[in-house]
């Protein structure tokens, strides 16, 4: 039995399926619940993967339909932490009855979204570990900010596979022990094995750290279809266990409450 709390919708405009079609899937799967997590409004139009302010009521009533399966869907959000729109999100965060907020880091600076595939031409312009550096600068504000229920893909600049030329271990002490600090939970998310990279988000050497230090965990799928859903949970929480972990978490109402593996 186990969640899948990072699904998106075609809101976003680059996922496909109605909620309900994820709900089957979940089912088919064995899941106990899901929750959707689409990329957040952002006040201005900032770029054409998220949905729009307008959209929101359009994502919550999407939502309701597929709890309407009597399948319990959870309501969340992907929200990209850019450093100057934290007052933004203090005000999505109160416009409906969110049960998590996710925290991710997509931007490393304006226009320049370290996943977007038409962007990958960076890797060749910038000294792969100050991309790194400036990733993990913003992840750690992101843990920091304390907008968040849990935060994302946390080694996302691997996706095209551009590893650190350097050890990112010291990295990933300095984040697992912002989520203690902060208290915030972290994903592994399985889209990392339908990647050029070919693994999963988190590394297993920070899946290890974070077991040890016990910060709070849960497996996504980051699904943008409905076949997505649950897709290398198996695997996922194969490797949870082979690192330490025990135990998991699940959110309602922005609780946050632990179930073991
Ligand atoms: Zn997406
Ligand atoms: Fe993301
Ligand atoms: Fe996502
Ligand atoms: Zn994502």
Known sequence: MSTDYHLHTPLCHHAVGHPREYVTQAQTRGLQEIGFADHNPMPVQYDNWRMSKDDLPRYVELIG?????????RLGLECDYIPGYESWIEQLSKLYPWDYLIGSVHYLGPGWDVDNPELVYKFEQVPVDEIWDLYWANYLRCIRSGLFDFVAHPDLPKKFGHRPKTDPRPAYENVVQALIDHDVAFELN??????AVGEQYPAFDFLKLAAAASAPVLVNSDAHAPEEVGTGFVQAYQLLREAGYRERVQFQGRRRFPVPL
Do not use: L
């Open 65 to 73: 339909e597929a709890r309407e399966t009597g399948f319990p869907v």
């Open 190 to 195: 399985t889209a990392g094995w339908r990647k």
